[in-house]
Every structure is written in C-alpha cells, then in structure tokens.
C-alpha cells in the first residue's frame, strides 16, 4: 500500500497553502473578473452623450454620436430632445419624463403632420431609440399627446411602449 504522506505530497500541499496564501491577499476585495470602466462623457455634470439613431428608409436607422454641451439652468432631457428635433427637422417634443423605468414624451399634436404611415413610425421609433440609448436607465418608451395618452397619432397605435431593440 502506498503512504499519502510522503516528503513530495507535503511539499505540494505547502506550495498550494502558500499560493493560496498570496492570492487571497493580493485580490484586495476585488469583484472577481471585473474590469475598471474608463471614464465616460455622461460622468461629467455639463455634457450629454448623446446616441442618435436618423431614420434613413428604407434600410432602417443610422446611429451617430453626439458630445452636446449643457447650458446653465437645461436639463440633459431637454437637451436630448432639443438636439433630436434639430437634427431631424421635426418639431421640439413639449417634455420627457422619467416615471421609474419608462420614459414619458409628451408630443404637440402636429408632431406627425403631413407625415405617411412609414415617415410616421421612423419619426417616432428615431425619438424612442435615441432616448433609450441616450438614458440607459429607461426600459421603455411611452408616448402621449398634449400631455393626455391616446390611442395612437395618424397612422400608428400608440397603446404600447417602444422597448429597446
């Protein structure tokens, strides 16, 4: 019968204690296998990243990113959705709000005017997907219009949020 505790198993059992040892007090109270994030844009108190998603029919959407500087007393949502009209040409949406998860936009009722069905629903899925890329802490997008919720504006339903891609 062989012996366990030979002169070569103790000394391997010592080494592992020993690596043991030394790992555990070199971690620190590290999360394992986490890695330091670099620093963003969005930590800093006067800027906005902003994730811009153009509509460009038919292939779907082109995604830019912006730097905007905040001016004193604006809001970053304000700033988001003031950004967003101008690149599009569309009418400034009259607020954004966040309700724990969600995001609230308010629309005037001529957001949509002189719009078909297609310009429409890339109008609107432009506003949602920048905004839930722009705040990463919202889940959805809800819209009303005038501040009362409807059923829809032209031509789309607007009873159900818009999700993340």
């Not at 722009?134 to 501040?147: A, D, I, K, S």
Request: hydrophobic share 40%.
């Amino acid at each position: 019968m062989r012996r366990i505790l030979t002169f070569w198993n103790l000394l391997g059992l010592l080494t592992f204690l020993l690596g043991a040892l030394v790992f555990w007090q070199t971690r620190g109270g590290q999360t394992p296998g986490a890695l330091p994030l670099p620093p963003g844009e969005e930590a800093s108190p006067d800027r906005l990243a902003l994730t811009l998603y153009r509509p460009d029919p038919p292939r779907g959407f082109l995604r830019e990113s912006l730097l905007l500087d905040l001016e004193p007393g604006e809001t970053r949502e304000s700033r988001a959705l003031a950004a967003w009209a101008e690149a599009l040409g569309a009418p400034v949406p009259r607020g954004l709000y966040r309700v724990g998860g969600r995001l609230v936009v308010d629309l005037p009722k001529d957001f949509v005017q002189g719009l078909d069905a297609t310009q429409e629903a890339f109008r609107l899925y432009s506003l949602a997907y920048t905004l839930l890329a722009t705040f990463p802490q919202g889940e959805e997008v809800r819209f009303l219009v005038e501040g009362e919720p409807r059923v829809g504006l032209a031509h789309l339903d607007l009873r159900e949020p818009v999700r993340r891609p």
